[in-house]
């Protein structure tokens, strides 16, 4: 029989991965198109990347439930339901696909195949976001993302570059520490 069991040290890590998703979302500057420049995708990556593709999701997941009912842990210290349904929601439900993705490619050998995969988990974030955004503002697809993602495509690749070396500086402390993640 499988021991599927979830080792204490692992949740605890998960748990203060989301507290940092939570604290590096706060850090924002606000621009004409009503979503702010934050340091959520950084975090998103560096969870994903340090928990792998399962714990990272559930992280998120957490960080997603706790804005969701009222913990202010979204950009400037938002929450509830308006704001995951608002124009910015979009992208709040795309950090699930780049965690998901991030954490994949975390665990590739090929660094092809590594920023093939942190890419598709950056597309996966974007495009939830664009289309929301388009959606609530009633703009096109073409302006909407002109507007809502263009401006933050270079800074939000620049942060899953960062997000990835310094998972791997956490990974190798948290080995050095006993911890081991899968």
Same mark, same amino acid.
């Given at each position: ?14 748990? *203060? ?32 990347? +340090? ?15 706790? #804005? ?11 929450? #509830? ?16 696909? *780049? ?30 976001? +664009? ?38 500086? +956490? ?12």
């Amino acid at each position: 029989m499988k021991n599927n069991h979830i080792p204490v040290k692992i949740l605890i890590l998960t748990g *203060m991965m989301t507290a940092v998703t939570a604290v590096l979302s706060q850090i924002q500057f606000p621009l004409p198109s009503g979503i702010p420049v934050t340091l959520q995708t950084f975090a998103v990556a560096l969870t994903a990347y +340090v928990l792998g593709w399962k714990m990272g999701a559930a992280s998120v997941g957490i960080y997603i439930l706790l #804005g969701s009912i009222g913990v202010p842990v979204f950009a400037g210290f938002n929450s #509830g339901v308006a704001v995951i349904g608002g124009m910015t929601g979009g992208y709040i439900w795309g950090f699930l696909i *780049m965690a998901l993705f991030c954490g994949l490619a975390y665990t590739q050998k090929n660094p092809i195949l590594l920023a093939a995969l942190s890419l598709t988990g950056l597309a996966g974030c974007h495009i939830p976001g +664009v289309m929301q955004f388009a959606l609530l503002t009633n703009r096109s697809m073409t302006e909407a993302f002109l507007l809502a993602s263009a401006p933050y495509l270079a800074k939000d690749i620049v942060s899953i570059a960062a997000a990835y070396f310094a998972a791997r500086a +956490v990974r190798t402390s948290l080995r050095a520490a006993g911890y081991s993640i899968s």
